[in-house]
């Protein structure tokens, strides 16, 4: 089935500092992903769809200049979190669909990101 | 009202107990439906996708009800393994299914 693969799996950084996480797939390609910041006991919030090509699409309060997304290629999107903040600290899941498989309505989701912002 | 509203638990059950969970969704114009199960600080995996008015898939049933606007899991015979969050997903309507609306889960605790 299709693979969507994350990196890094945990990061701890000083406040200030900006940090990338990568989202692929790794055996199809996708337009089209979605970047989910997940809070402790709460469930999975979209932040933006990543288009490849093109401009992201942001969610509603989600600040375009505070997390750049990046989709650069058909099997790559990263998330920039800058200048990081500890109330940044979450777990980031990139999710995509492969269109050609049998199972096209399903998004496989990457094992997330845990951001740690000191 | 919330686009996709459960209820958080947590349901603390036996082993071998049947539990049930209850999903209700906002939009009358959604289609398809999806049951996911997140472990502890892992991504969420889907466990079923319920498309007309229910699926079955072993101990697990969903089912659907399009007047009330609420989807239902039933977990037969619960295995200590079974212990998770699960999350009621509902595809944003018009969206290609692409976009995910995610209920904030109910947390489910078997217990020997």
């Known amino acids: 089935g299709a693979v969507v693969s994350q990196h890094p799996s945990w990061v701890i950084c000083k406040s200030g500092t900006s940090v990338k996480i990568e989202c692929r797939s790794l055996d199809f390609q996708a337009t089209t992903m979605f970047w989910y910041r997940q809070f402790p006991k709460q469930s999975l919030m979209l932040m933006a769809t990543s288009n490849e090509g093109s401009k992201a699409t942001y969610e509603q309060g989600v600040e375009k200049d505070k997390f750049l997304i990046n989709h650069a290629s058909l099997t790559l999107s990263t998330l920039t979190v800058t200048s990081a903040h500890p109330e940044d600290s979450s777990f980031y899941i990139c999710s995509a669909r492969d269109l050609f498989s049998s199972g096209a309505n399903v998004l496989t989701f990457g094992a997330g990101s845990r951001l740690t912002v000191l | 009202r919330k686009e996709v509203e459960q209820d958080p638990g947590p349901f603390n059950v036996p082993e071998g107990a049947t539990v049930a969970f209850n999903c209700t969704y906002s939009?009358?114009?959604?289609?398809?439906f999806f049951w996911y199960r997140q472990d502890c600080r892992k991504e969420p995996k889907l466990l079923m996708s319920?498309?007309?008015s229910g699926n079955e898939d072993g101990r697990f049933t969903a089912q659907l009800n399009r007047a009330s606007q609420y989807i239902s899991l039933l977990i037969r015979d619960s295995k200590l393994s079974d212990s998770a969050t699960y999350l009621c997903?509902?595809?944003?309507?018009?969206?290609?299914?692409?976009?995910?609306?995610f209920g904030g889960g109910t947390r489910l605790m078997v217990k020997p």
């Open positions: 939009n009358s114009a959604s289609q398809s």
């Open positions: 997903v509902v595809p944003r309507p018009n969206n290609a299914g692409n976009m995910l609306t």
């Open positions: 319920v498309y007309s």
